[in-house]
Each structure stands twice: as structure tokens, then as C-alpha cells.
């Protein structure tokens, strides 16, 4: 399967931690990457790979897999991380990518 | 620091093609994995097709094989994405990404947003 699933939503207060997850067959064999988009802005990457955080990335984000879940966890989540979360790896073919729905976060 | 520029606004007819460009500053496409995507007004991010420029040879989604074109110029260190038979539902902000789904950090362009209307 090509597909790659998120919960919608999740809602987390503010200080606390929030794990996301993303599920699919592909993520046996690919890791996913994680990038948060805020309204009306492009993209950001925030981990990639096993668990790195590109150059910016504060260290509260961190990615794990298992199996074929991969998750992105927040720790002491922050007002100005409230934004779409969208995983992405590639799919059972390795040829072509996929995104995940995306997961809305909410910090209260 | 990569930069990823794409060309500006576009609106366009039913039925007509867009071409939307993807140009890097402070690096070289040539051997990254450039992709492109795209956002219809409240939805998600659905990939569409990518290109290694130093190979040339581009890969697309099925949704949109046949319809789609994914060049590059390694010459102007610039991508291309030409989408044709446009219709209201292609309306949506196209970007351009370096490397994802690759073990390298991912660079994505600022977006541009294409309107079709009849």
C-alpha cells in the first residue's frame, strides 16, 4: 500500500508533550520526514531521517519509528508550535513519495 | 543557505497549460531530488511527480502521468513543472521541494498559486 495515515487533530496544553503518529506499510522499509506548515506559509522540514533535526529545528521535536509507525513527539509544546503536521516517506516501490493527511495541533 | 524560487501568480482558463518555475540559490539542483507539490485552498499536501536533473529522466504520480511534465535546466540551475487540460480543481499553490524522501534534509520553495477559472 501507498497510504500513509494520521490522526486529523490533537490537542495538547501548553508545556506539555504531544506525540503525533503517521502509519504505514512503506514505513518498514523508508523513514518518514516531518514538516509543519502554519497558515499561509510553504513547508518547514523538522526531522528527517532516524531522528534529525535540520539546522533551527529546537530540540522539543524528536522522531522515532516502529515497526510501520513513525511518530514525531513534542516536548514542552509551545504556543508558536500550533500548526499541520505532515509526514512523507516514500511509497511500497521506493519510487514515488506520499503524504500523510496531516495532523492539525492545537496548544492550549 | 539553499534557496528554492519559484516563478510568481497565475491565473488561467479552463482547459489551458501553466508552467511554474523552481530556481536554487546557494547550491546546485543538478544531483538533489526535486519535487513538486501541491495544496488546493484548505486541503493537504498531495505529491505530484519529481525530477534528479543530472539524470533527467522525471517520475510522476499516476494521478497525474500524462498530464504533467517535470523538466530541469541544470544549466540555469532551474526546475520546471507544466501542467495542462487545467480545470477549477487544479486550483491550488504548487511547490517545489528538494529531497524529500531522501536521507537529506528537504528545502521547499515559497509556493505559487495558480488559479484556473472559466
Known amino acids: 500500500s501507498s497510504e500513509l495515515t494520521q490522526d486529523p487533530a490533537v490537542s495538547v496544553a501548553l508545556g506539555q508533550t504531544v506525540k503525533i503518529t503517521c502509519q504505514g506499510d512503506?514505513?518498514?522499509?523508508?523513514?518518514a520526514s516531518w514538516h509543519q506548515q502554519k497558515p499561509g506559509q510553504a513547508p518547514v522540514l523538522v526531522i528527517y531521517?532516524?531522528?534529525t533535526r535540520p539546522s533551527g529545528i529546537p530540540d522539543r521535536f524528536s522522531g522515532s519509528r516502529s515497526g510501520k509507525i513513525a511518530s514525531l513527539t513534542i516536548t514542552g509544546a509551545q504556543a508558536e508550535d500550533e500548526a499541520d503536521y505532515y509526514c512523507?516517506?516514500?511509497?511500497?516501490?521506493?519510487?514515488?513519495?506520499?503524504f500523510g493527511p496531516g495532523t492539525k495541533v492545537t496548544v492550549l | 543557505q539553499v534557496q528554492l524560487v519559484q516563478s510568481g501568480a497565475e491565473v488561467k482558463t479552463t482547459g489551458s497549460s501553466v508552467k511554474v518555475s523552481c530556481k536554487a540559490s546557494?547550491?546546485?539542483?543538478?544531483?538533489?531530488?526535486i519535487s513538486w507539490v501541491r495544496q488546493a485552498p484548505g486541503q493537504g499536501l498531495e505529491w505530484m511527480g519529481g525530477?534528479?536533473?543530472?539524470?533527467?529522466?522525471?517520475y510522476y504520480s499516476q494521478k497525474f502521468q500524462g498530464r504533467m511534465t517535470i523538466t530541469a535546466d541544470k544549466f540555469a540551475n532551474t526546475a520546471y513543472m507544466e501542467l495542462n487540460s487545467l480545470t477549477s480543481e487544479d486550483t491550488a499553490v504548487y511547490f517545489c521541494?528538494?529531497?524529500?524522501?531522501?536521507?537529506?534534509?528537504?528545502?521547499w520553495g515559497q509556493g505559487t498559486l495558480v488559479t484556473v477559472s472559466s
Open positions: 521541494a528538494r529531497d524529500l524522501g531522501t536521507m537529506r534534509p528537504a528545502y
Open positions: 546557494g547550491d546546485t539542483l543538478n544531483s538533489y531530488d
Open positions: 525530477i534528479i536533473p543530472i539524470f533527467g529522466r522525471p
Open positions: 512503506s514505513l518498514r522499509d523508508f523513514y
Open positions: 531521517g532516524e531522528n
Open positions: 512523507n516517506s516514500r511509497d511500497g516501490s521506493g519510487d514515488r513519495r506520499v
